[in-house]
C-alpha cells in the first residue's frame, strides 16, 4: 500500500547546488500554458474544479457514452491529449482530461507520479460512473499503473512511452545531475520523505498485480525521455498487454501522430465491443 505522503522539508541555502537541482527536477514541473487553439477547444467543457489534497484540478468532459480518461505526463498540461479527444467523441465516448497537481491550470507547487496516481484516483471517484478506458502518456501511464495497483478497474488502457519503475527514474535523475553516491541516497530519501512511501513500492514488481485487462503500449526506441526498456519491461509482466514499438517519434511527437492514435482509439473501441 502506499502511504499518504509527507512534505519533505524545503531546500535549504547551504544544500549541495547538485542535490537541490536533483529535487527541483523531480518535484517541480513547469506550468505550460494553453494555446488559442485549445483554449477554444475546451471552450464550453469545463467542469467545477476538483477539491483534491487541498488544491483544485481542473478538469474538462467533452462528448457523451462510455467514459475515457486521458492523462498527461510531467512538463505537461490536459490539453496535450486533445488530438485523440476529438475522434474518440466521433466514435461514441465521452472524455474527461484534466490538469495534474502542479500542472497547467490546476493549483499546486509539487508534485511526483504518486501525487498524479492519487489525483487520478480522485477525479475517477468523482465521477462516479464505470471508466471505460484510460490514455495516458509518460508520467500519466506511470499514474494509471498506480491507479490499477489500488484496485481500479478498466476494460482498456493504452500507455505512451511511461515509465514502469520509479527506481531507475530516481537512480537516472541522479546520475543526471552528478550526484555521488552520498548524495545519491540523500536524495533518494529526500524523494522518499515526498511521496510518502518506499521508492522500491512504486516499481512495477510491486503494481503488476493491477494489469488485469487488456492493454496498449506504445514507445518509440530513440525516446531520450523515458527509456525504452521501461515499456518493454511493462509489456514481460502484463501478459494482455500488446507492444507497438513506433519510429522517428521521439517522446512527445507521438500526441500528434495520427497513426498513434488511430491505433490507440481503434484499441479503445475494441473493449467495447467485446
Same mark, same amino acid.
Given at each position: 500500500?502506499?502511504?499518504?505522503?509527507?512534505?519533505? %522539508?524545503?531546500?535549504?541555502?547551504?544544500?549541495?547546488?547538485?542535490?537541490? *537541482?536533483?529535487?527541483? %527536477?523531480?518535484?517541480?514541473?513547469?506550468?505550460?500554458?494553453?494555446?488559442? $487553439?485549445?483554449? *477554444?477547444?475546451?471552450?464550453?467543457? *469545463?467542469? =467545477?474544479?476538483?477539491?483534491?489534497? /487541498?488544491?483544485?484540478?481542473?478538469?474538462?468532459? +467533452?462528448?457523451?457514452?462510455?467514459?475515457?480518461? +486521458?492523462?498527461?505526463?510531467?512538463?505537461?498540461?490536459?490539453?496535450? @491529449? @486533445?488530438?485523440? %479527444?476529438?475522434?474518440?467523441?466521433?466514435? /461514441?465516448?465521452?472524455?474527461?482530461?484534466?490538469?495534474?497537481?502542479?500542472?497547467?491550470?490546476?493549483? /499546486?507547487? *509539487?508534485?511526483?507520479?504518486?501525487?498524479?496516481?492519487?489525483?487520478?484516483?480522485?477525479?475517477?471517484?468523482?465521477?462516479?460512473?464505470?471508466?471505460?478506458?484510460?490514455?495516458?502518456?509518460?508520467?500519466?501511464?506511470?499514474?494509471?499503473?498506480?491507479?490499477?495497483?489500488?484496485?481500479?478497474?478498466?476494460?482498456?488502457?493504452?500507455?505512451?512511452?511511461?515509465?514502469?519503475?520509479?527506481?531507475?527514474?530516481?537512480?537516472? @535523475?541522479?546520475?543526471?545531475?552528478?550526484? /555521488?553516491?552520498?548524495?545519491? =541516497?540523500?536524495?533518494?530519501?529526500?524523494? $522518499?520523505?515526498?511521496?510518502?512511501?518506499?521508492?522500491?513500492?512504486?516499481?512495477?514488481?510491486?503494481?503488476?498485480?493491477?494489469?488485469?485487462?487488456?492493454?496498449?503500449?506504445?514507445?518509440?526506441?530513440?525516446?531520450?525521455?523515458?527509456?525504452?526498456?521501461?515499456?518493454?519491461?511493462?509489456?514481460?509482466?502484463?501478459?494482455?498487454?500488446?507492444?507497438?514499438?513506433?519510429?522517428? @517519434?521521439?517522446?512527445?511527437?507521438?500526441?500528434?501522430?495520427?497513426?498513434?492514435?488511430?491505433?490507440?482509439?481503434?484499441?479503445? %473501441?475494441?473493449?467495447? =465491443?467485446?
Amino acid at each position: 500500500m502506499l502511504a499518504s505522503p509527507v512534505h519533505a %522539508a524545503p531546500l535549504q541555502a547551504h544544500d549541495d547546488g547538485h542535490l537541490a *537541482a536533483a529535487r527541483h %527536477a523531480f518535484s517541480a514541473p513547469e506550468r505550460v500554458p494553453l494555446s488559442a $487553439e485549445e483554449r *477554444a477547444t475546451l471552450a464550453g467543457h *469545463a467542469e =467545477a474544479p476538483l477539491r483534491h489534497e /487541498g488544491h483544485k484540478l481542473t478538469r474538462w468532459t +467533452l462528448g457523451s457514452g462510455p467514459r475515457v480518461v +486521458l492523462v498527461h505526463g510531467w512538463n505537461s498540461r490536459g490539453a496535450h @491529449l @486533445l488530438a485523440f %479527444a476529438r475522434p474518440l467523441v466521433e466514435a /461514441g465516448f465521452s472524455v474527461t482530461l484534466f490538469d495534474l497537481p502542479a500542472h497547467g491550470d490546476s493549483t /499546486g507547487h *509539487a508534485a511526483s507520479v504518486v501525487h498524479a496516481g492519487r489525483a487520478l484516483r480522485a477525479v475517477v471517484a468523482d465521477i462516479g460512473a464505470e471508466v471505460h478506458g484510460v490514455i495516458g502518456h509518460s508520467m500519466g501511464s506511470a499514474a494509471a499503473l498506480l491507479a490499477f495497483a489500488h484496485g481500479w478497474q478498466v476494460r482498456r488502457s493504452v500507455h505512451l512511452a511511461g515509465p514502469s519503475s520509479l527506481t531507475p527514474m530516481v537512480k537516472g @535523475l541522479a546520475a543526471a545531475h552528478g550526484l /555521488g553516491p552520498a548524495d545519491a =541516497a540523500a536524495f533518494a530519501g529526500w524523494v $522518499e520523505r515526498f511521496i510518502g512511501t518506499r521508492i522500491t513500492y512504486v516499481d512495477l514488481e510491486r503494481l503488476q498485480h493491477g494489469l488485469r485487462h487488456p492493454g496498449l503500449i506504445i514507445h518509440d526506441p530513440a525516446d531520450r525521455t523515458v527509456p525504452f526498456a521501461a515499456s518493454e519491461a511493462l509489456h514481460a509482466a502484463w501478459a494482455g498487454s500488446r507492444f507497438e514499438p513506433v519510429h522517428d @517519434l521521439g517522446h512527445r511527437r507521438l500526441l500528434a501522430d495520427a497513426d498513434v492514435i488511430a491505433r490507440s482509439i481503434a484499441f479503445i %473501441a475494441e473493449g467495447r =465491443a467485446s
